[in-house]
């Protein structure tokens, strides 16, 4: 076995850790983002029992999308940094590897703000019952996490449940923005449908990381 084989061996192993570590990280963030809504509604009938529903609509569940959202960027955060250090192994020169970390914290910096800005639009606009804030919030969320994903799977291998998780999505999206959502009782039916979906999605994911090992 000469140089070349034993080069090409790692970049295999080496992509092979990527595709677990990434698998893991949906794994992680189909069963975080499946809980939201029912956190939500937990929070939000508690509140209302003890009549403080305007304490849910503007802290409770504010904090709670943050929370979200930051263990959310964490997760990914971690993935990435495997990625990097992955990638940097067959990088020869220092200014490649400047190159690629300054590029990287751009780019994660700019969809965190992204992100924080659609979930931003949702909330006021699902608060004051304005369709077009949260229309233009729902498809800015929808958009980042369609090119996320493509992104994500590119790296940990596209399956059927993702594609199930991406419809879900997409349903549960464009129930924000029909005039029925405020009648709340189809978009009951949809966040749970999307719900079983996510955790599914979810169980899989882990029992294929488990299984490569």
């Known amino acids: 076995m000469d140089v070349r084989d034993l080069v090409r061996d790692a970049?295999?192993?080496?992509?092979?850790?990527?595709?677990?570590?990434?698998?893991?990280?949906?794994?992680?963030?189909?069963?975080?983002?499946?809980?939201?809504?029912?956190?939500?509604?937990?929070?939000?009938?508690?509140?209302?029992?003890?009549?403080?529903?305007?304490?849910?609509?503007?802290?409770?569940?504010?904090?709670?999308?943050?929370?979200?959202?930051?263990?959310?960027?964490?997760?990914?955060r971690k993935a990435g940094q495997v990625y990097k250090r992955l990638a940097l192994t067959f990088k020869s020169s220092e200014e490649k590897e400047s190159t690629l970390m300054t590029k990287s914290k751009v780019i994660q910096v700019t969809v965190a703000f992204l992100y924080s800005l659609s979930f931003l639009l949702i909330y006021f606009g699902i608060t004051f019952s304005n369709l077009y804030i949260t229309g233009i919030g729902a498809l800015m969320f929808s958009v980042l996490f369609s090119v996320g994903l493509v992104r994500v799977t590119?790296?940990?291998?596209?399956?059927?449940?993702?594609?199930?998780?991406?419809?879900?999505?997409?349903a549960l999206t464009?129930?924000?923005?029909?005039?029925?959502?405020?009648?709340?009782?189809?978009?009951?039916?949809?966040?749970?449908?999307?719900?079983?979906?996510?955790?599914?999605?979810s169980y899989k994911s882990f029992i294929e990381v488990i299984e490569g090992e």
């Open 11 to 76: 970049e295999e192993i080496s992509r092979k850790i990527v595709r677990k570590q990434y698998r893991l990280t949906l794994a992680k963030y189909y069963l975080l983002w499946s809980t939201l809504s029912v956190v939500i509604e937990l929070a939000y009938g508690i509140l209302s029992y003890i009549h403080a529903p305007n304490l849910a609509y503007y802290f409770v569940i504010p904090i709670i999308y943050v929370s979200y959202l930051f263990v959310n960027f964490n997760l990914f």
């Open 174 to 201: 464009l129930n924000l923005v029909l005039p029925k959502f405020y009648l709340r009782n189809e978009f009951y039916l949809v966040s749970f449908i999307f719900t079983i979906i996510w955790i599914f999605a």
């Open 154 to 170: 590119m790296l940990a291998g596209l399956k059927y449940y993702d594609l199930m998780a991406s419809v879900s999505l997409i």
